[in-house]
């Protein structure tokens, strides 16, 4: 079973950027597609971008598409989550969560395993 942790929230003026971290023990990260999620007060988690075990395939959010970019260092046991020009409805705590399927799902039942999450909060 894998263990995940999340790192590198904060806050941050619109426009600015963090990278978020989703580090994984217990067992390699390598054989694991990870997602990205998000949760804004008062909203349902929704998805935000996935990557495949390799890094050979990923899938974004329409609305991060053009801003974030989803990169995994499988020897560092880590995946990253670079998120450039952030606006205030980005402000959410994001998870990271991982599945041993193939194919980058979009959907939370699909992810097995979850992290505790990190906040962001983006200032107008």
């Known amino acids: 079973q894998v263990q995940l942790v999340e790192s590198g929230g904060g806050l941050v003026q619109a426009g600015g950027s963090l990278r978020l971290s989703c580090t994984a023990s217990?067992?390699?990260?390598?054989?694991?597609?990870i997602g990205w999620f998000r949760q804004a007060p008062g909203k349902e988690r929704e998805f935000v971008v996935g990557?495949?075990?390799?890094?050979?395939?990923?899938n974004y959010a329409e609305l991060v598409k053009a801003r974030f970019t989803i990169s995994r260092d499988n020897a560092k046991n880590t995946v990253y989550l670079e998120m450039n020009n952030l606006k205030p409805e980005d402000t959410a705590v994001y998870y990271c969560?991982?599945?041993?399927?193939?194919?980058?799902?979009?959907?939370?039942?699909?992810?097995?395993?979850w992290g505790q999450g990190t906040q962001v909060t983006v200032s107008s």
């Open positions: 969560a991982a599945r041993l399927k193939a194919g980058v799902a979009d959907g939370e039942i699909e992810y097995n395993y």
């Open positions: 990557i495949s075990w390799s890094g050979g395939s990923t």
């Open positions: 217990g067992r390699t990260l390598s054989f694991y597609t």
